[in-house]
């Protein structure tokens, strides 16, 4: 099929407005958010219906050739973004942005997967409950690319990776049928759990086109925090004390080197109210049940006491809770403004983090003298950015190598919530055992034979499909 058959076919699925082969259209789809990772779409597709999708997906795998499905396009893995054949099809679900039910009584939410996550988590809102998914980018990021990532953010202590909202799926197969899944049951054992395969493969298996999400009841009482703490020995006993004090309804456990506070006070203008210190914790709780201050303030007298925190501040508004965020949530602006860095998005079992950070430090100033440790993360589930800004010269490569044989030997993973993307193929090749890659090959093989669902992302080609 020419260029020129292709775009009229395409268009007689998804209307004249729905297929964008400008180059100047393009450009957003060629480039990822960090302008680490480019390519060249041959055109790109936005279907309005689930019919639609099915329909490019059925016309794509006619003519052989290979689908990228793209979110928010938020991702920090390159895993939206096409390669540089000119020969991959873009499929953004962008107009596909409904929320088609929310049942109030079963507090879920039907969503389309081109809705924008701020969106689906006001309208929760609004209906009085909560979608209990929080990110820095959620408002852009979209649920599609949010359940095919199965994203992180701050809430996973509580509230488990997204994966864990989603009570039904609905998908388009690389074949191009639609499988409907949308049930609201919270028990479901008939069978395969096939909605699973489909949640985090970043649409390598096939095309989330809506979901059904499980929300949460609304946290009337809700109290931010923000500590100095030493170190991260120290953190991590403000953790013990705070799930021993305030238990479940600790949200977010965010932790934060100086170093990348500073970054936000230079690039991002913004101030910390604490005086500067090695390390900070951002501590969220909520409850729909009164006296959850007391508690909190109650926990912070006792780790001050201590000497696990040396200083803290809880926030005495909504505007200051906003702030307090706002420190954290800029801190991967404030380092991409620093310079060229590089990215280990990596989780540890809780208590190795200390080990870990110690032991990377020592290793990244001795191996590469001149880089500056930029590290933060949710470390009340174990992840941890451990970004490094480094000069031009320095070899990428062999600090990720570097890095991540210390996850491996902390029994942690490499990518703990931003996913493998094509950043992270070959060091996913590198880290993980045999018998695991050879299961997610038979997987792929099985949904997706013709190797045209997102190809290079997450694992490299078979041989035969490259
Ligand atoms: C966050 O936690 C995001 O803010 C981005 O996962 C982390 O920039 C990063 O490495
Ligand atoms: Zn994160």
Redesign the pocket.
Known sequence: MTDVQLLEALRAIVGERGVLADPADLENYNVDWRHVFKGQARCAVLPRTTDEVAGVIRLCASEGIAVVPHGGNTG?SGGATPDGSGRQVVLSLARMRAIRDIDVLGETMEVEAGCILQTAQEAAAAAGLMLPIS???EGSAQIGGVLSTNA???NVLRHGMSRARVLGLEVVTADGEIVNGLRRLRKDNAGYDWKQWFIGTEGTLGIITAAVLQLAPQSLHRVTALLAVPDADAALKVLRVARQQIGETLNAFELMSGAALELVERHQGLKTPLAPSEWFVLMEASSCLPGLRDAVEGLLAMVLEEGDATDGVIAESERQEGELWLL??S??EA?SREGRSL?H?VSVPISGIPAFLREADAAVALAFPGSRINA???AGDGNI?Y?VVVPASSDGPALNALVHDLVVKHQGSISA??GIGQYRVSELERCCSAAELKLARRVKAALDPAGLMNPGKVMAPAPEAQ
């Open positions: 920090l990110l820095a980018a992180g953010g701050t954290r949530e801190i991967t380092e990215k998005d933060f993360g949710h950015h970004n919530e931003h």
